[in-house]
Structure formats: C-alpha cells, structure tokens
C-alpha cells in the first residue's frame, strides 16, 4: 500500500501537469520601429497592405492607446522583459551598438522569461537582443564599448554572459544589437558566436536607397546574409515551435520573436523586393506582415494555434527617416495620426500597434481604447498562468487580463509614464486624457535638421518649461496648456516625482 505521503506527491505532480498543460503557449512578436501608421488596420491610408497583420486583428483585441515604455529600442526591451521602466535603473536611456552592455537587466531581477520558466514553460528567443550583454577579450577583460575597434578585440572562444540565457531563456538564436545596423554582423547561438566575424563588411553589394545608409561599416561573418535576416529568424523560431512540439507537447511554451523589420536599413529579402508600391521600406513592412502570416500558419500546422496566445507590437514608433520619405516618395505616414515619431515625447515615438489573439478568451474583432503599455506584459502574464510576483518585480506592469476578457469596467492603470531619447531627463506622465511632457522640445529628434524641418511645429507657448496637452480635444500635440492649466500641470508633475521618489508606478503589495 502506497504511503500518504507518495499518494500526496503524486497527486500534486499530477495537478501541476494538468495547470501547465491547461496554461496558454505564449508568442510575443516584437516588431522593430513599426509604427502606429504603418499596420492599414490602423491607418486605413497606409500604402502598405499588411494582410496578415489585419487578419490578426479581426481574430483577437486591438489596442488603440497602447504605448512602448520608451521611444528607442534598448530601454524599451528592458521594460517589456523586466516590467519595470528603464529610467529606474543605472544606464537606462543608453541605446547599444556592437559589443555594448553590460545587460540593463541586475543578477537576480525576475524577468518575463525566468517568471514563465519558473510556471513550467520552455523559453525561446529569436532575434534582435540588443539589452546589453559582456564580451571578453583575451585576457579576460570586459569589453563594453560599441566601437568597431572594440569588437576586433573579442576572444570569440569565450562566453557572453549577460545575455538571454542568463535572464531566463533556455535557448536563443539573434544578435546582440540592431542586426543589419551595428558593427558586429554575426548571430549568437546560445551564449556563443560560433561563426566570428571573418572581414569588414562589403556595403558595395548592398541596396543603395534613402532607407539603406543605417548601416555601419562593421565587421562580417561568413554565414550573415543581411538581406534574409529576418527569414533565417523565421525558420529557427519556426524549427523551434516544431521540435517543442514534437518533444514535450503538453509543456507550454514562451517563444520572443524579435524581429529587425522594419528598423533602417531596409533590406528586403529578394522576394519582397519591388513587392509594393511603396518602395524598398514598404517592401520590409510587406515582409514583416509574411513573417507573421508565416508564424501563425506554422502554429495551426502543429494544431496549437487554439492554445496559444499571441501577441504583436512595436518597441517604439517609426524612424525619421522612413517617415520623411515615406511621406513625400509614397504618401504613406508610419506615424498618422500622431505628432512625432522614433525618439520623441509626443504620440508618434510611443503609441504603437498591440494586437491580442487568445481563443476561446479574446474577442475577435474587439478593440479596446484602455490606456496601456509594453510594460503590462509581464504582469498580465503572471495572472494567467498562476506566477506570482515578488515586490521587487514588475513595478510599472499591470494586469490587462481583464480587459483581454472584456471583464474590466474601469481604468486598468492609474498613469502611464513615457521616456524619451535622453531617459530620466525626457520623461512624461499620462492620467486619463492628460498628458504632461516634463521638458521642453521633442525630447529626442533636432527639428532643425534638413530631414526634419519642414515637420516643425510653432510652439503654442515657447516660454514653458514643459508641456501639457488635452489628448481628447487636442490629439495632435498642438496647443500647449502649461501655462493655461497650472493645477493640473502640478497635479501630474507631482505625481510624476511621486512614481519615481517609489521606484513603482503600481501599489506596492501589502506586507
């Protein structure tokens, strides 16, 4: 006869099984600088078809005010894997090229990954890292410049440390950093480059177009095609999801599919070039729109698509450069109907796409118009799969579950905070449709630039120290209150100095 205590265990094994098997695969598709204007189910005068996108959305939960947590894409992803806003923490406005770092992400921080691991998921990643990370030289030395000259430094025998695996995914296949833009041109395979860069990069045999000069000369491996990229990370998440499948198909999994489409330079794979009318960077939007049709046929191919939630967005809004020419070459706005774009405090560097697909919990067709944030992932996930969060974990991150359901009949968030280019010198606070910007100017772009003039507003009130703005009335970011509306001006600044005195933005938990 089996013993109390065996029959406890086994029935505990049993329920655990049962919870993970009942929990949701998760696919997080992180688009790089798409903007709000640039998905036509936002922006029905996008020239860029993006079928797939669109079909995403009539299947789950478009969000209409959903923000990045910054408006460059370093701090943004340490505040979607972290839940916590990068101007929290040491360096937390810096952007990183090549052999940048170390990682944002503290030893010992929970992470959306570990929390995952830790509720019986298997976790990926794919693609663009660009958290930070530690390469050695030969001696040992940590290298953490991102120079070309620091990179011909790398002992490429050695580990890197700081990356995916050491914040809670088991496997990874990217780059450290923008992956046709930096210096180092070479994939990282678990903790390892196991191809190095073997000469400097050839950029003679590259497009030559206005969207194709975001590309440093750096140094190349042999196996890096820099234009199939992104289809090359499509078929390792693609090889992933098979092989989890294959292996262990009652175990969930979490799969961060970070993609380089659509960050300058535009490099379209042969196949999508000249795919639009709308030059080579509608053709990489075209792309990024196959690449998630792709990942979704793959999830009804393996028959988990009924089991799996996915979710799709930006890490910050379009780039200067693409909006620029978009808008004169092809009348296509990445950041309509928002003022600004990558970098800036206003709408158009932050507020981008996030679209939700769960069956059998999201609508489809549904839209809501709750005010939320990259951020919000992580404690959304933690509700859904049972994860409980420690208070020094996930302190700007909020449950969207609710809301997900149709269930919330109220406002999720108190506030949202916003960092511009600079970090916690650029930052804004936004309570219901108030938005006060606690400096002056964009926070990030030079409106003065050739490329950028002619999108020059007049200021409304030059002589304020900051700006304040009515959303509802004033959706375009034209008519600064600052001066008009002192009370609520203090109201938000004190609140702001309030968040960051904290170090949250969410309640702390009760002792």
């Known amino acids: 006869m089996k013993s109390p205590g065996l029959i406890f265990a086994l029935i505990t094994l049993w329920c655990g099984s049962m919870q993970a098997a009942d929990r949701p695969n998760v696919l997080l598709i992180l688009a790089d600088d798409l903007g709000y204007g640039d998905v036509r189910c936002y922006n029905e005068q996008s020239k860029v078809p993006t079928p797939n996108i669109d079909k995403l959305a009539r299947d789950g939960m478009r969000f209409t005010d959903a923000h990045s947590p910054a408006t460059v894409c370093t701090p943004s992803r340490y505040s979607l894997m972290t839940g916590q806003m990068a101007f929290r923490v040491p360096n937390g406005g810096t952007v990183f090229q090549g052999a940048g770092g170390p990682s944002l992400i503290a030893p010992g921080r929970l992470t959306l990954p570990a929390m995952l691991k830790k509720q019986g998921y298997a976790t990926a990643a794919v693609g663009k890292w660009h958290v930070g990370l530690t390469f050695r030289d030969s001696l040992g030395e940590a290298i953490h410049k991102g120079a070309k000259e620091e990179i011909k430094r790398i002992d490429f025998t050695r580990r890197i440390e700081g990356g995916p695996l050491d914040h809670g995914f088991e496997c990874f296949f990217g780059t450290a950093c923008c992956p046709t833009t930096d210096w180092l041109y070479a994939f990282i395979d678990g903790d390892h480059i196991p ?3 073997q000469g400097p990069l050839d950029r003679s045999k590259l497009p030559k177009h206005p969207y194709a000069n975001d590309c440093r000369a750096g140094v190349i491996a042999p196996d890096f095609p820099m234009e199939e990229v992104d289809l090359l990370f499509l078929k390792k998440s693609r090889e992933f999801m098979q092989e989890h499948v294959n292996r262990a198909p009652k175990k969930p999994f979490f799969l961060f599919h970070a993609t380089q489409a659509v960050h300058l330079p535009s490099f379209a794979a042969p196949e999508f070039q000249n795919k639009t009318k709308a030059g080579p960077h509608g053709d990489f939007i ?3 729109d196959h690449i998630v049709g792709e990942l979704l046929k793959e999830l009804e191919k393996l028959g988990i698509a009924d089991k799996t939630l996915v979710l799709l967005s930006s890490d910050n809004g379009p780039e200067t450069t ?4 978009m808008r004169a070459d092809y009348a296509h706005d990445g950041a309509r109907p928002w003022r600004g774009m990558k970098r800036d405090a206003w709408e158009g560097g932050h507020r981008v796409p996030l679209i939700v697909r769960w069956p059998g ?12 944030c990259l951020t919000d992932v992580m404690a959304t996930l933690a509700a859904i799969t049972g994860a409980e969060l420690p208070p020094n974990a996930a302190e700007d991150s909020f449950n969207l579950q609710p809301v997900l359901e149709s269930k919330a009949t109220a406002a ?3 506030y949202l905070l916003m ?8 930052l804004s606070i936004r309570r219901g449709n108030w938005k006060y910007i606690d400096h002056r100017g964009s926070g990030g772009n030079n409106y003065a630039s050739f490329e950028l003039k002619r999108y020059k507003l007049t200021e409304s009130a030059p002589e304020a120290e900051g700006q304040l703005y009515d959303l509802a009335n004033d959706p375009g970011e034209t008519n600064n209150l600052y001066l008009k509306r002192p ?13 960051k005195r904290e170090g949250r933005s969410t309640s702390p938990p009760p002792p």
């Open 361 to 372: 919990h999201v609508k489809g067709g549904s839209t809501s118009d709750q005010i939320v």
């Open 487 to 499: 009370e609520i001006v203090a109201e938000l600044k004190a609140l702001l100095e309030q968040s």
């Open 286 to 288: 075209a792309e990024l």
């Open 322 to 325: 693409s909006v620029a020419h």
């Open 195 to 197: 191809v190095p860069p």
């Open 412 to 414: 999720v968030r108190p």
């Open 419 to 426: 960092q511009a280019f600079a970090g916690a010198r650029t």
